[in-house]
């Protein structure tokens, strides 16, 4: 049997960690909730909440405790609205740019809330946004039939522009 390097060793030996989901919910005043115990990233604080990810695109339920999350789904709907998942877990070394006691946050998703149903708890279907394109307005016509025709010659006093 061939034998185990020492961190290796230490790797193994370590408590298997459940991560914590950090949910930005994009509301008029954006909720942030966390799966676990009050996370702190920059200005944003994540409240704690019984929040589960499921899937691919994720689904998230979220325990409607106080009925804060289902008025907020009911009062201005789910449709369009900006949804950012993160995954952390808890470490005992401090990582620069990383909240307290957690590793950097990695982006799950980042995408829109969908359909939403509300009960004992809110269930939220999502969908990804389709690529953005740069530049995203094009002048041509029927938009802009003021532009000069394809072939015309622009003359400058050092040069000559033929557009095509």
Known sequence: MRPVDSATAEAVS???TRPVFLVMLGFNTPAYLSSGAIV???SSVFAPASITVKG???AIEIFNDGLG???SVLNEGTVGRALVIYEVYGTDTVTPGAPAGYTPLV???SGEMSSAIVGETVKIKTKTTAPLRCPRKIIAPPACNYLPAKGTRIEMPAEVYILQ
Do not use: I, N, Q
Request: aromatic share 6%; proline share 13%; hydrophobic share 35%.
């Open 14 to 16: 370590r408590d298997a």
């Open 56 to 58: 691919s695109p994720p």
């Open 69 to 71: 999350v289902g008025a």
């Open 40 to 42: 702190t990233s920059g």
């Open 107 to 109: 982006e799950l998703f």
